[in-house]
């Protein structure tokens, strides 16, 4: 008869313990993991840009403005994150889902001929709507990560971004255990399964006040770390086996459940470090704590009611020191982020054209669609392991050596410069090398500038500022992808055509066959990209002394700050 307290006061334990674990910042954490390898449905724009070719009869010139157009939605998030400045998480998050949803679905409803066939300007605001709902996602899920653990911003960025690069051979593997081999049913994945994503975790994701970084945080990264590493290689191992195999849909449905079971695998790492914390809440005080005398407090509580808030565009040309939280005008204006533009403008730019070109650059060397598709799903594994090497090495580096990460930069626009001439000038197997390398330094490039971003300009307006730093890939895009690449892919064809007798009226598909067709235009995109290894060369030298001293000693000042300010309420002192 006393079985029935027991049985309740366990159950309200339980409660109270799920409470604290879905409330807590490691499962915010595992849910962000989760919206970010959802959010990357740009990245497969390769491998549906050909159905959309056929299905509507575009020649390559539309599907490259159409590939602007995802860049350009994907890549302009300033109003994401101007509401994310004065609305919850959760609105933008919600909103996010719901262009996602939107705009994807409407290029399937047109590509499988449900509806009229739209024109190239609405199917242009199709996909930069699907596309812009990427940044909701980055600066909902992304940006509140960061905030959460400040000290920890390169290994955040580059997990996070990690998970993103994954996302399309994720995908992948979900729409053929799904859909079966129908690429346009890809399409149709795209538009339901991340908004679902980030209406279940709505709620979960939200910033929080860290009163101290746990000693273990690093470890706690690294095993997360390695979760992502295993499952980016049965990724990669499944890529090569479906390319040399014949799968059924037994075993695409066998490879997906593997791939969920281990986006799943961060949950119970989250668990584990909830009933931790959970089990040193229950300890008492050690009676052996001595807290400071509370003169210091008054005086930083009167120092922060004292403090005026600074407008966001006040000040414009006074900027405070490298690192302090800048204005977003402040910033915008300053020297430091031009440079960042311009070279960004050059690699992400170039990087940008590259991937959206993959499909057609495998058609005109004459590969077969399968062989395309392991293309597209290698860059996107490589753009993992380019995210996970510019998070983790680059902090490392940072920490441990004070290598600046501008200079990281230099060395990975470098390495895509010679992506670029492997496809200039291909050999056999160049084009497979060429898509490590390229997905290898476009992940790269992201994590770094949002890191540099951060560390020049301060977390303050960070979710508007970032989304600022990456204005200049869309045009980079437009440039080289829609001015450039497109116009000399078009007029190769064309003069393939001429050759045979034929006119552009008599084909209904415009094709190029042959190395020729993006020659010119990578030996332009490498040559570019060089460029903009030698204009990050400006922000090395300008930051060198910034980069050489203790760039996270505010951070650790403020939780010395927070300790003392919970240690003098837990005495009851008056403050």
């Given amino acids: 008869m006393f079985e029935a307290p027991n049985f309740a006061f366990a159950s309200s334990t339980a409660w109270r313990f799920t409470s604290q674990v879905v409330r807590g910042r490691w499962f915010s954490l595992f849910a962000t993991f989760l919206i970010m390898a959802g959010a990357g449905a740009t990245y497969l724009f390769g491998v549906y840009s050909k159905d959309i070719k056929s299905s509507l009869g575009y020649d390559q010139t539309t599907i490259t403005l159409l590939g602007f157009f995802k860049d350009l939605g994907a890549n302009v998030g300033v109003p994401s994150g101007l509401l994310a400045e004065v609305t919850p998480t959760w609105f933008v998050l919600l909103v996010g889902s719901m262009l996602n949803f939107g705009g994807y679905f409407m290029i399937w409803l047109s590509v499988t001929r449900k509806i009229s066939k739209p024109k190239v300007w609405q199917m242009c605001i199709y996909i930069c709507i699907g596309a812009t709902s990427q940044n909701f996602a980055n600066t909902g899920a992304l940006v509140t990560a960061i905030r959460n653990f ?33 690429s346009k049913s ?4 795209i538009a339901w399964l991340p908004a679902a994503l980030s209406i279940v975790f709505v709620y979960v994701i939200r910033e929080m006040k860290v009163v101290k970084q746990q000693q273990n945080e690093l470890k706690i990264f690294y095993q997360f770390l390695y979760v992502s590493i295993v499952l980016a ?12 195999v014949s799968f059924p849909r037994a075993a695409y449905a066998g490879s997906s459940t593997v791939v969920c079971a281990l986006l799943f695998v961060p949950l119970f790492i989250a668990i584990r470090e909830e009933l931790l914390i959970w089990k040193q809440q229950k300890e008492p005080l050690s009676p052996t704590i001595v807290v400071e005398k509370p003169i210091s407090a008054p005086s930083t509580e009167m120092t922060k009611t004292q403090e005026p808030e600074t407008p966001c565009c006040s000040n414009v040309f006074k900027k405070p020191p490298r690192g302090e939280d800048y204005t977003i005008f402040q910033a915008l204006l300053s020297t430091d982020m031009l440079v960042l533009f311009l070279f960004s403008l050059c690699g992400l730019g170039s990087s940008l054209t590259a991937v959206d070109n ?42 441990t050596y004070k290598f600046p990460r501008p200079l990281m930069m230099t060395i990975i626009l470098l390495l895509s410069s010679i992506g670029h001439l492997l496809i200039a000038f291909p050999i056999p197997g160049s084009v497979y090398v060429a898509s490590i390398i390229i997905g290898f330094s476009f992940g790269a490039q992201l994590p770094l500038i949002f890191a540099i971003i951060s560390e020049l300009f301060g977390l303050k307006y960070y979710s508007t500022l970032f989304n600022c730093g990456q204005l200049a890939s869309p045009l980079g895009s437009y440039i080289l992808n829609v001015k450039v690449t497109g116009p000399l892919y078009d007029k190769e064809a064309v003069k393939d055509l001429a050759a045979k007798g034929l006119k552009r009226s008599d084909v209904k598909e415009l094709i190029c066959i042959g190395a020729k067709c993006y020659r010119t235009a990578f030996i332009i995109l490498a040559s570019v990209t060089f460029f903009g290894s030698l204009v990050s060369l400006i922000l090395v030298v300008r930051t060198q002394a910034f980069y050489r001293s203790d760039i996270y000693k505010k951070f650790k000042d403020q939780e010395i700050v927070t300790q003392k300010e919970v240690g003098l309420s837990s005495t009851g002192e008056v403050q």
């Fill in 150 to 182: 400040p000290e920890s911003r390169g290994i955040m960025l580059g997990l996070l971004k990690g998970f993103t690069g994954l996302s399309g051979a994720i995908m992948t593997q979900l729409y053929l255990a799904v859909y079966g081999n129908d």
């Fill in 358 to 399: 993959l499909g057609q650059i495998g058609e005109s060397l004459g590969y077969p669609t399968k062989t395309i598709k392991t293309f597209v799903s290698l860059l996107s594994i490589w753009n993992y392991f380019g995210r996970i090497f510019a998070g983790f090495v680059s902090e490392s580096l940072l920490v």
């Fill in 186 to 189: 890809l399409i149709l994945l």
């Fill in 233 to 244: 290689l049965f990724l990669m191992a499944m890529t090569i086996a479906q390319k040399l």
